[in-house]
């Protein structure tokens, strides 16, 4: 790893840590040492993602002992990206592969199957597959340069699982093939195709294909059922449904797919979708939130959903289900956490729990229906057992013209007559939120003295198209004032001190970060732009979005096409109005927000004769994967934060 700074400048920062924030910082940057814990199909093995000498890897232990039976470690294969349980015996994992120039891997689309015991494994699909049968120049199967997503494992099938099968193009919109593939031997045999780009398929309990909804050039969904009779699909009209049609699951007899959607509607609730005559009937929606996910049983039936509207809550819609009966049980044991089951054994005996909440990374448990029994397994995090954390509250406020904005205050523990304050700004902007749950750079924050301001601006997801759409065409202005109001409401509240306040934020965070202190430059003591976009019309020539088919249009609807306003909103050309030092940080091989940003804006730091530091990161993309250069972001973050605001 190669990490160029502005020598002086950073030696004299980091002196502003002091030997306890170091080892605080150590702490909250390691990476999760258990996550994505699964059973098996008999209930008699867990599998777990998990970190052997710093190298993940995927570790299958027996359900009764808790003793470590093997571990998967891919070598030159790659790296574990995700899994999935295909018998008893064997799980298919989707590979990753990091470039020797990056820390962070990205999935190639490989698919890579072993059993719990170590044997059999294969590369069983991708570009490395093709394997030669021993005295034969017949391939016993062949090479994919190709991407696999997982359709359905078919429980009821041993072997087979089906994936859709996507060439590799530039742009990444073929038309996917939907193969049957043998998780053993790899060999595959092709059952249907995909009716457009970036297709997300659902089937039905028996796994035969019903609906695919995909991504058209415009931004725009296409919906499409399956006519079994003819092998082929048919186009669904676009007037019967919403912007926001997600497909989930199909009801008990198949006549009707249960959808998330905003159809007709600002929020996006649950409605079953007729597929003889396209006819919603409305299931549930909340009056102020978006639902945020489902609760399904192992069959993707439906019995609760999850709010987000402050803290989350869960209403139930039927208990017919084992699951819906059992997560009732659960939320009780749990009061104040937000829950999940991960997985259950096919019998309904044993189930996976895992649990959290602001103030604990989470826990895995496991419930023995059979005994009553709930036994905990292992802490996400065990390293932060000891620190204590402090509570998220939910807040809210008017904006400039009166809109109600949600967010989250963080208080920190540690008691100041100064009230330092962290203006803490989420990416995205469109469809992401910040949520109630454990943040490990905010609670590294609250320990070392700032409180942390998480604001929803308009844009945001989670409050309806409404609340969404409104941030459209107004990246730098009615969004970054939303931010400056939440900063205004702070201050107000006697929660921040006026004039001892940073605002930080990473990719479009990043980007409000400088948008807001050159709208609002006397409000903010400090800038930190992490992965930041800084000038807008470089967005339209540059990075992965202009790439795709939908980019532009999606470009042309968020942003716009005035050349006059995307000069205006881009802060590389409003640096003159900052008067407070900034922190640029950037990854070099970042490909959503390419070092060009940080580049000009630098340049235009330089001509403007601005006070900034530079921090570049040779092996890092968007964001910070390595738990090192964490470590290194973190330790200047808090350096930089000292040496500008009062405690």
């Given amino acids: 790893m190669k990490l160029y700074f502005l020598l002086a400048a950073m030696i004299l920062c980091s002196t502003m840590v002091n030997a306890d924030q170091e080892r605080i910082i150590s702490d909250f940057s390691q990476n999760p040492q258990f996550s994505n814990m ?14 052997i000498k710093g190298i993940k890897v995927l570790a299958f232990i027996k359900r009764q002992s808790l003793e470590m039976v093997n571990a998967v470690r ?9 899994y999935y349980w295909v018998n008893n015996e064997r799980v298919v994992i989707q590979l990753a592969q990091s470039e020797p120039w990056a820390k962070e891997p990205q999935y190639t689309g490989e698919l890579y199957a072993i059993n719990i015991d170590g044997k059999k494994a294969e590369l069983i699909y991708g570009y490395r597959a093709g394997k030669q049968q021993v005295g034969s120049n017949i391939k016993k199967r062949e090479s994919i340069y190709g991407w696999a997503d997982i359709i359905d494992l078919l429980p009821d099938d041993e072997r087979q699982i089906l994936i859709a099968s996507t060439s590799w193009s530039l742009k990444g919109d073929r038309h996917a093939d939907v193969l049957l593939l043998d998780a053993y031997t790899g060999k595959s045999r092709k059952v249907s195709y995909a009716p457009g780009p970036y297709t997300r398929f659902l089937t039905n309990q028996q796994g035969e294909l019903a609906l695919a909804v995909s991504l058209n050039k415009d931004n725009r969904q296409d919906v499409f059922t399956f006519d079994k009779e003819n092998n082929d699909w048919v186009k669904v009209p676009p007037q019967t449904f919403g912007r926001s049609f997600y497909p989930v699951a199909l009801n008990d007899d198949a006549s009707a797919v249960y959808v998330l959607d905003d159809y007709q509607q600002d929020k996006q609730g649950l409605f079953e979708f007729s597929l003889s005559d396209f006819k919603y009937k409305a299931i549930f929606s909340d009056e102020k939130v978006d639902i945020s996910t489902l609760q399904v049983t192992k069959k993707q039936q439906i019995f609760g959903v999850k709010l987000d509207d402050g803290l989350p809550t869960y209403a139930l819609l039927t208990d017919k ?31 996976v729990v895992y649990s959290y909440s602001d103030k604990t990374p989470g826990s895995y448990f496991l419930f023995d229906k059979k005994e009553g029994s709930l036994a905990k397994i292992a802490d996400v ?74 604001v929803n601006y308009r844009g945001s997801g989670g409050y309806g198209t409404v609340h ?180």
């Fill in 38 to 51: 699964k059973i098996s199909p008999n209930g008699e093995y867990l599998a777990v993602e998990t970190y």
């Fill in 74 to 82: 891919f070598g030159s294969s790659g790296e574990l990206s995700n």
């Fill in 321 to 351: 289900y084992t699951e819906a009966q059992i997560f009732k049980e659960l939320l009780a044991v749990f009061a104040g956490e937000a829950i999940e089951i991960t997985s259950k054994s096919l019998d309904d005996r044993f189930w």
């Fill in 381 to 454: 995090m065990p390293n932060l057992n000891s620190y204590s954390m402090v509570a998220m509250a939910p807040i809210q406020y008017e904006s400039f013209d009166s809109k109600k904005i949600h967010g989250y205050f963080t208080e920190s523990e540690l008691v100041s007559e100064h009230k330092p304050l962290v203006v803490y700004v989420h990416g995205g902007p469109h469809g992401v939120r910040d949520r109630w749950g454990f943040d490990p750079e905010v609670q590294l924050l609250a320990k070392a003295g700032y409180s942390v301001l998480q």
């Fill in 468 to 647: 969404l759409e409104a941030g459209y065409l107004q990246w730098g202005d009615a969004i970054q004032r939303d931010i400056i109001a939440g900063t205004e409401w702070a201050i107000a509240s006697g929660k921040a001190k006026k004039g001892n306040i940073c605002i930080v934020g990473a990719s479009f965070g990043g980007y409000s970060a400088l948008q807001s202190a050159t709208i609002a430059p006397d409000l903010y003591k400090c800038i930190v732009g992490v992965a930041g976009v800084y000038d807008l019309s470089l967005m339209r020539t540059e990075g992965d979005i202009p790439l795709r088919d939908f980019g532009i249009s999606f470009l042309n609807e968020v942003i716009g096409t005035d050349a006059k306003i995307l000069s205006q909103y881009s802060p590389v050309n409003n640096v003159a109005k900052l008067t407070a030092p900034v922190l640029i940080a950037h990854g070099k091989n970042d490909k959503r927000a390419p070092l060009e940003h940080a580049d000009v804006l630098k340049k235009a730091m330089d001509s403007a004769g601005k006070k900034y530091q530079w921090l570049l990161f040779n092996d890092e993309t968007h964001g910070f994967y390595s738990p090192e250069n964490r470590e290194i972001y973190y330790k200047e973050l808090l350096a930089f934060l000292n040496k500008h605001l009062a405690h």
